[in-house]
């Protein structure tokens, strides 16, 4: 009833960039955050970036100064401008959206199913 669709991964060089995309779409009615996060191999999924409905953004440590979270409204899409990548970027990327369902009515997180970021000489 509700899908997230992430695109834009790959395989990249160290210093280069990369957009990732999601969309969300189904039964909405509205949509607060939504966000990016990422799990590396042998570990635990950590936040990347968010950015809720007012405008709001937080972005891990690590990647601030590098990476940009915006959005399209309208499109109910969520991106991820992602540039001066480092190996230690490599993960699977997750989408996340904190939104209000029609069918079921009511607040919920809804999590994309991941694409791969490579970060290697």
């Known amino acids: 009833q509700v899908q997230l669709v992430e695109s834009g991964g790959g395989l990249v060089q160290p210093g280069g960039s990369l957009r990732l995309s999601c969309a969300a779409s189904?039964?909405?009615?509205?949509?607060?955050?939504m966000g990016w996060y990422r799990q590396a191999p042998g570990k635990e999924r950590e936040l990347v970036a968010t950015?809720?409905?007012?405008?709001?953004?937080n972005y891990a440590d690590s990647v601030k100064g590098r990476f940009t979270i915006s959005r399209d409204n309208a499109k109910n899409t969520v991106y991820l401008q992602m540039n001066s990548l480092k190996p230690e970027d490599t993960a699977v990327y997750y989408c996340?959206?904190?939104?209000?369902?029609?069918?079921?009515?009511?607040?919920?997180?809804?999590w994309g199913q991941g694409t791969q970021v490579t970060v290697s000489a």
């Open positions: 996340n959206a904190y939104l209000l369902s029609s069918l079921l009515r009511r607040w919920s997180d809804y």
């Open positions: 189904g039964r909405i009615s509205s949509i607060n955050a």
């Open positions: 950015l809720n409905s007012g405008g709001s953004t």
